[in-house]
């Protein structure tokens, strides 16, 4: 087996100390001169020495990573939210570490622990199966920074969230204003937090205008996905609904599928909307109204949030309620006169 | 803050040595009475001691992961591909670190120096940008097991590969069979080397036909994204080709928007057939006839030929072709006739 070069070798072809070799390429060798120093780098390169992360990791007591756990890596949202986190932890030298886990809750613990065994710098933890008595008996235990989204119900700690009651609103205005009475919502049998939320905005507009939600909504409860929306088809028509509020565009995308199979047409026969805003939404026929979610802001954020929390753990709760906005494209109309 | 629980405070609630605490944790405690093993081990879990995982990796000097590089985590392709590889890896006890980099080669260069930094147990490289220069000087001087996907070139030591020289086939035969003469390949600029291979055996079908691949085909650059699908439509329908092989899914549903704003029929005015299988093929409209990859099977099969490199490093190169299919759905159809 090829062996690797090891700080010792680096340290025995310098004609220096391991000790000098380890201060000056972590940036510690001040005191040293620059002649030692530059010949120390110079040969690092020739040699081609990587430093070991275990061991220097041991003496910089700080990981420079940040452990990222996701519900599910292959939904559009997640991996653009992934992006924003990418983005800015390598403007800020973090690494992200990614865990999907493929919305198995099993898998999510699994996941958690080996995320503090390798000592992670902190967590973001966008899922929701993650538990107040987790939090408090591992993280908070261990003094590991962590950094909730708003999918986690937990109201404790820095968090970044976007405005779900807003979303609901919205979504409830827009299709009130173009004449609908009866909506369905589709979402799943579970929902976190935040979706109950986009549901709370949705039913305070309803009361608003006089209307009673239970009299004039039909729930259709499937899970998040596009094989959700699909199934969730049949109820949807059974419910004599004309306007449908998708709780995410995954949804609306599978719904379309079981519309276009029934030869329903969209917005002449019923309307959708979503709630994301993600780039299939564009590619869609048609295109598909929705409620936008500031996705690579939100990634981008939490990263800059979780690593003032690492830097400076005692610093005040940090929370960023991030807007949402109604995008309007071609998913939506008035309803058909029957 | 709050202290994170450690090996000493363990050591010393059981009243035995660190080095005792540390056999009996890593499962090496034989030699202990159980009465001893089983006293650590319940202490561990009413401490709450997870152990340091980067202490705990220079003992037993294995880090128990594996570095995942791909080139975009937001294409559907590569979202399945590391769900497959976390399906095994868990399966196996190891953790896959995900890295994903966005298609920018500095940041895969990047990624890459982290990764082995951390001392990762091996590498799955799904990333055309990792040079053999790289391979060289970087993985195979430090001793570090990689596998290579077959984006990339490199035709060296353990590897993971579908029949791109077949799909390519495929395309051409169906295409031919429908009655199509005059064709348009959307792909990027710089191909990978198993994009070039489809291209070839797409050629190698005309060739047996008698017709002249650069008469009868037309090359439309563009990224492979949705975005570069949808910007390739206007030299598509300039080439005057009646059937599009587009070199990945993604960029076909690009092109389909494209298409349909200009009022372009879907089979009937022009034949689109994609390259991959992704989940969105059956919820588009008309549904994408395209090459299957096993996807899935992918990630799984490189994540085994990896754990058995990395166990048993002197084995001989390990190399897997898998299957690809045609999945013939409502895109393709017979030429119009003009």
Redesign the interface.
């Known amino acids: ?5 090891t700080i010792r070798d680096l340290a025995q072809a310098a004609g220096v100390s391991v000790t000098t070799v380890s201060q000056i390429l972590n940036g510690k060798g001040q005191r040293f001169s620059s002649e030692t120093r530059l010949h120390v780098l110079k040969l690092q390169k020739e040699l ?1 020495y ?9 003496i910089l007591k700080s ?1 420079q ?1 940040i452990g990222v756990l996701v519900p599910n ?2 939904n ?1 949202f997640f ?2 939210f ?2 924003g986190i ?2 800015t932890a ?1 403007e800020l030298q973090y ?1 992200p ?4 886990a ?1 919305h198995d809750e099993k ?1 999510e613990s ?2 958690l ?2 995320m ?4 992670t710098g902190g967590l973001i933890i966008a899922s929701a199966s993650i538990t107040t008595e987790t939090i408090d ?2 993280l ?5 920074p962590y950094l909730l989204m708003d999918q986690n119900p937990i109201v404790d700690g820095d968090r970044v969230q976007t405005n779900d009651f807003d979303g609901g609103k919205l979504a409830a205005e827009h299709l009130l204003s173009l004449g609908h009475q009866q909506f369905a919502i589709t979402m799943p049998s579970e929902p976190t937090a935040n979706l109950l939320r986009r549901v709370a905005g949705f039913k305070q507009v309803l009361a608003s205008k006089g209307l009673v939600f239970e009299q004039v909504v039909t729930i259709v409860y499937a899970p998040m996905t ?2 959700g929306g ?1 199934e969730a088809t049949r109820e949807v028509l059974a419910s004599g609904a004309t306007a449908v509020f998708a709780i995410n565009d995954e949804m609306a ?2 719904l ?2 079981g519309l ?1 199979q029934q030869g329903i047409l969209i917005p002449t026969d019923i309307s959708v909307i979503g709630y994301d805003n993600i ?2 939404d ?4 048609p295109m598909l109204t929705t409620i936008q979610q500031p996705i690579l802001e939100m990634g981008s954020m939490a990263t800059r949030l979780l690593v003032n929390r690492i830097k400076e ?2 610093i005040a709760p940090q929370v960023v309620d991030l807007p949402v906005e109604l995008i309007q494209r071609q998913s939506t109309g008035v309803p058909k006169i029957n």
Do not use: C, H, W
Not at 1 to 5: D, N, S
Not at 50 to 58: E, G, I, K, Q, S
Not at 97 to 100: N, R, S
Not at 116 to 119: D, G, K, L, Q, T
């Open positions: 087996m090829i062996k690797k070069t081609n990587v430093p070991d992360f275990n061991a220097r990791n041991l990981s990573s890596i292959g559009p991996s653009t992934i992006k990418q983005t390598r690494i570490l990614i865990f999907g493929n898998i699994y996941y622990e080996k503090i065994e390798r000592a008996t591992t908070k235990k261990n003094g590991i596009k094989a699909y995308i599978g379309y599928r276009r780039d299939l564009e590619y869609v026929e753990p005692l």
